[in-house]
């Protein structure tokens, strides 16, 4: 898939775990985990939106477009 998630580096910038940033956001760890390992098939901009305030990122910082 040409979306690339780059979860794992921007949680690795700020020091915060998976289930300390899915408890901020409201998901169970096994939802952020199929995020994180890019194999969720859409994700719902509410759930985008939290995870950028709880990692105070914009959508490009975790999501990214390859060929």
Do not use: H, W
């Amino acid at each position: 898939m040409p979306i690339t998630i780059n979860l794992d580096v921007v949680l690795a910038q700020k020091g915060m775990k998976s289930n300390e940033l899915a408890e901020k956001v409201g998901i169970t760890t096994a939802n952020l985990s199929i995020l994180k390992t890019g194999k969720a098939k859409a994700v719902r901009f509410s759930t985008l939106e939290a995870i950028c305030e709880a990692l105070e990122c914009q959508p490009g910082d975790i999501l990214e477009y390859r060929k």
